[in-house]
């Protein structure tokens, strides 16, 4: 199946500072999906970037489909986006619409006052 | 809005006993429901998917299993939990249509005594 590998597996950041976070995934992809999962274990869909660019405040996202990594951006960061960053493909069409992600093991982001 | 519940929050189980988790959506209407497990080390792995009432497909084997009996209802069983079972279960569920974001509940952390 597809590898999907994130990095850095942890990051930790002074609040206001800038980070890039990254996903480089194995194949050709349809769907590919940036999720935030706070402290308490929710999980939050950040974008739905399977190419092309997207923002939203102080996040954006870049996915280069022919090279296979998306890009997270979190600008000014603060201690709200602390938890864990996750990337999440699905490989081609898995048929009946079922749309099944694999998951990247994700980037635990900790934001420091 | 939709929205999605998952209970109980919380479950501590022996070994041995049965598991019975519930997953229900609010305001959509066949949606694809998607069960998963997050063990310690954060990564998210797909244990099974329906399409539609009655329609289950695994992912992975395991002595878990799943129903679902209504529309926008998920459950996922065990007749007999093992250690390895413990971990944070997740329900999350795609519209249907087209190429979709997933939306996740709030899960249910499991431990197996």
């Known amino acids: 199946g597809i590898q999907v590998e994130q990095s850095p597996p942890d990051l930790i950041l002074q609040e206001g500072a800038n980070s890039t976070l990254r996903c480089n995934f194995s194949d050709s992809v349809n769907n590919l999906q940036w999720f935030h999962q706070n402290p308490w274990g929710q999980l939050i869909n950040l974008f739905y970037i399977p190419s092309g660019t997207k923002q939203n405040g102080r996040l954006s996202a870049t996915t280069v489909a022919t090279e296979r990594y998306s890009l997270l951006y979190i600008s000014s960061s603060q201690t709200t986006d602390s938890g864990v960053y996750f990337c999440a493909v699905e490989q081609g069409y898995s048929g009946a619409g079922s749309y099944q992600l694999t998951f990247g093991k994700g980037t635990k982001l900790s934001v420091i006052p | 809005s939709q929205t999605i519940h998952q209970w109980p929050a919380t479950l501590v189980q022996p070994v041995g006993s049965p598991l019975s988790l519930e997953c229900t959506v609010e305001?959509?209407?066949?949606?694809?429901l998607y069960w998963y497990r997050q063990a310690a080390g954060r990564g998210l792995q797909l244990l099974f998917y329906s399409v539609g009432i009655g329609q289950i497909s695994s992912e992975v084997p395991q002595n878990l299993s799943a129903s679902r009996p209504q529309d926008r209802q998920f459950i996922l069983s065990s007749k007999k939990l093992l250690l390895s079972d413990s971990g944070f279960y997740l329900c999350a569920w795609t519209g249907g249509g087209a190429v979709d974001t997933q939306y996740f509940g709030p899960g249910t952390r499991l431990t197996v005594l």
């Open positions: 305001g959509t209407s066949n949606p694809n």
